[in-house]
């Protein structure tokens, strides 16, 4: 491949909402700035806007398709002339674009020669709509008078302080046993990297506030006490997270009393006494979509802790590229981690057309996994299997059915993206794979995904057929070989249970679980991993990602329970319906107050109350090509969750979070500024 560095070209992009008279229509528009005329060319264009196969074109035809990498080529013998504009146009897309970044986010060409030219692209505009596009967090202002008389988020279970003493110049830990040490390294390293010129741990010549370190009986094992007087603070707590969160809160009163002293006091005298209302608070971050470096990761578990959270779902695989090191597979890196023009794996979702992505190395992983002990979170990975499995197939297609024939495809416009549950192959990788992830990973909890199986996946396998037959008779095959060239279009939409792939799903599913059981390891899924009722719910768990009715009928049945909408708890779906704000829309919409307001046991019976693990936000990163667009969409929202998932929910106060919300971090710290 070679690619012109500078660009000569540039693409326009428009979303025409239907009216009464005309129809969905996304245009893309491409002028020539050259003083050439360009024939024989092919646009690349990819989003997360998917054009599906049986759009109408007008103005030259899809040439290829995969997923949201779209290549489109003019009419036979068109050239195009020096600062003349070549327009396509698309109709009958499945799904509408709803936002700015659901339009194209890359985009080149393929000259006649092979050469691959840069093309200059913008975001995409909705006609009839030109407010300023959103990037960048909303910070909440802080009032003048707010609601509470210190800043913690997530507010603590009881708070009892009074008389407002000098603001401290900073905070001198004095630990009292090795925990007590290992807490107050771990909250120094936290503020020394979130806050590294405000000197919030120093020392009593440096003017610090004395601040005792204790470990005591009596404590759960993430609560604490902290008591104020005028000698200065106590901490306690029964374990060295629990001391850690103590700090952090008092991190959190320190930082309110010194940049807002009008609105905010430091506690002369008093007590807060404190514990989470539910032991998992997660946080699940998609980086198979677009990657963040080992730097970005830490960053954001530092971010966690600020927020007590202390699950890290790490979903380090998915179709479109693999992200951790696997020493018995390297193919998997050296193919499944990139990708660009040219590549088994093309530009998707904005990357362009020169090899982009990554991995961790083990080295890496270490590093993050210790990093977030210290913080009290413990990390979860998620390889996402059988399904949404591409990047894995290119880099080890013996795992393919040799004699398959036909395609299926998934929702995200993937064809035949199962790895096959009836080959032997499939098995011994995963093996291997799972122990390396299990020598990385010692909180010994795998997700392995489970999600989003199309419904005619493995329609056209002879080996899967095969062993269809023998689970479930001659007629279930038969009817599962019939939904050959099956083309899933919504998320959730195309219900597997009971069908040939579902049964073949749960075989794969419990050899899965039963492996992970023997080396001691509890199985994470989403809600599909239920399918079949195979896997044994005293050593998994699930992420109910549908509907809090759905988490809840899973948890009558038995199964462990972390809840996470995607209607609410998504954080890749837009802040609000309006075309300005970036993210996606296909499980609705919703604001910081929405999610804050959310009760995620509505409805729940006690009996399934005793299923609920906690709450988790999964941030999934198809339109996160700009990290402005990252913190648009992840904060404060992820403040709301963490407050959900800590504070007792008759504490809770919209108008108290909102007060405090500002002061809490960013990752990449862009500011929403119209």
């Not at 327009?87 to 890359?106: E, F, I, K, N, Q």
């Not at 309110?256 to 007590?271: I, K, L, N, V, Y």
């Not at 064809?415 to 799972?434: D, F, G, M, Q, S």
């Not at 604001?591 to 009996?607: A, H, I, N, Q």
Request: with cysteine; proline share 7%; charged share 20%.
């Amino acid at each position: 491949m070679t690619l012109q560095s500078k660009s000569a070209f540039r693409l326009e992009t428009t979303w025409a909402p239907a009216t009464a008279t005309d129809r969905l229509a996304y245009s893309l528009a491409l002028t020539n700035l050259s003083s050439k005329a360009i024939e024989g060319f092919v646009l690349c264009v990819s989003g997360p806007a998917r054009i599906d196969p049986a759009v109408t074109v007008e103005g030259g035809r899809l040439a290829q398709r995969l997923s949201n990498h779209s290549e489109f080529a003019p009419p036979d013998s068109f050239a195009l002339g020096p600062h003349e504009t070549w327009t396509v146009t698309v109709h009958g897309l499945s799904y509408p674009l709803r936002h700015w970044t659901d339009g194209a986010t890359a985009a080149y060409l393929v000259l006649a020669d092979g050469t691959v030219a840069p093309v200059a692209l913008g975001p995409t505009k909705a006609i009839g709509d030109n407010a300023v596009l959103k990037r960048g967090a909303e910070i909440y202002p802080v009032p003048a008078q707010a609601p509470v008389p210190v800043s913690v988020i997530p507010w603590p279970r009881i708070v009892s302080v009074s008389g407002g003493r000098a603001v401290p110049r900073g905070l001198a830990l004095r630990p009292k046993s090795a925990a007590a040490a290992d807490a107050g390294a771990a909250f120094g390293d936290l503020v020394d990297s979130l806050f590294a010129v405000e000197g919030i741990v120093r020392n009593e010549a440096e003017g610090g506030l004395p601040v005792d370190l204790g470990i005591a009986d009596g404590f759960g094992p993430e609560a604490y006490a902290i008591r104020f007087s005028a000698d200065g603070v106590a901490v306690s707590a029964g374990t060295k997270t629990g001391l850690f969160y103590g700090l952090v809160t008092l991190g959190q009163m320190l930082r309110g009393a010194r940049s807002h002293p009008e609105t905010f006091f430091f506690p002369a005298e008093g007590e807060i006494r404190d514990e989470p209302a539910l032991g998992w608070r997660g946080t699940h971050l998609d980086v198979a979509r677009q990657f963040y470096a080992t730097a970005e990761i830490k960053t954001f578990l530092r971010i966690l802790a600020w927020n007590k959270l202390n699950r890290f779902h790490w979903h380090l695989y998915d179709d479109e590229g693999w992200r951790v090191e696997i020493s018995a597979y390297p193919a998997l890196t050296r193919i499944g981690a990139w990708r660009g023009h040219g590549l088994p794996v093309p530009p998707l979702l904005g990357s362009g057309p020169e090899p982009s992505g990554g991995y961790y190395t083990k080295a890496a992983v270490r590093e993050v996994v210790q990093l977030a002990g210290q913080f009290g979170i413990e990390v979860v990975p998620e390889i996402d299997v059988p399904g949404h499995c591409y990047a894995m197939l290119q880099a080890i297609p013996e795992l393919r059915d040799p004699g398959e024939i036909g395609e299926y495809f998934s929702v995200q416009g993937f064809p035949n993206n199962c790895i096959n549950p009836a080959r032997p192959e499939t098995y011994l990788v995963l093996e291997k794979i799972l122990d390396e992830l299990i020598e990385l990973f010692p909180f010994k909890t795998i997700h392995i995904g489970a999600d989003e199986v199309p419904l005619g996946a493995w329609s056209g396998s002879p080996q899967a057929l095969a062993r269809l037959t023998e689970l479930g008779g001659e007629g279930l095959a038969a009817a599962h070989a019939k939904r050959l060239n099956v083309v899933t279009n919504t998320h959730g939409a195309d219900e597997i249970d009971g069908s040939g792939a579902a049964v073949l799903q749960a075989e794969f599913l419990k050899r899965i679980q039963s492996f992970l059981a023997s080396r001691g390891c509890i199985t994470g899924g989403w809600q599909e991993a239920a399918h079949g009722n195979v896997i044994d719910k005293q050593k998994s768990y699930l992420c109910g990602w549908r509907t809090v009715e759905a988490s809840a009928a899973l948890a009558g049945e038995g199964y462990a329970m972390v809840v996470c909408p995607g209607q609410v708890y998504y954080l890749d779906m837009a802040n609000s319906p309006a075309w300005s704000e970036p993210g996606a829309a296909w499980a609705g919409w919703s604001d910081p107050e929405k999610l804050y307001g959310f009760d995620p046991v509505e409805g729940w019976t006690d009996k399934q109350k005793t299923k609920l693990l906690g709450v988790q936000a999964c941030i999934w990163s198809e339109p996160m090509t700009d990290r402005a667009v990252f913190d648009r969409l992840v904060f404060p929202r992820i403040s709301a969750l963490a407050e959900t998932g800590w504070t007792q929910p008759e504490k809770k106060s919209w108008e108290r979070f909102k007060a405090l919300a500002g002061l809490m971090p960013v990752l990449y710290g862009a500011a929403w500024r119209p």
